[in-house]
């Protein structure tokens, strides 16, 4: 197998528990890329770190299949909840691949509902995701059922876009 980027960035994080300015750096170097491509791909994938973690690392999806589920309510929810603990990091982070269980997150790389995200820092028993492969009647599938979803949320105002 062809070794990539993400390959290097994955060991880098497995040393250190995250990825040091200097490793990006070095790595930059040795693979002739520029620092800024680099930095590129550890913002967009949400599993790469580029602070210590702390001992709850919690990812809040902010993505589309999540935001028609309530997901920023329900991360406002969760941020109210665990602020103050020095033990958590909470991050918002693009789609997590759990769209189906929408709106998900995460509690340490274990993919939750963010309903559930408390209770597992906590240490509370949670029912377990459904199989990634198991259909959800959750998630709108078809264009009407997406576009009366939508139409029922705030949309950015216009005077915010460029004319
Ligand atoms: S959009 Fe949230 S998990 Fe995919």
Redesign the pocket.
Known sequence: MRRTLIHDLDDLQHEHGYLRREDLEGLARRSRRPLYEIQGLVSFYPHFRTEPPKPYEVTL?R????WLQD?TAQAESVEATLSGREDVGIRRVS?????DC???ASVNERACRMQDVVDLVEGREVPPLPAPDQPSRRIPTTLPQIATRCSARRWPARSRRRR
């Open positions: 999806c993505d589309m299949s999540c997901g789609c997590i691949g759990r769209c929408a709106p998900a």
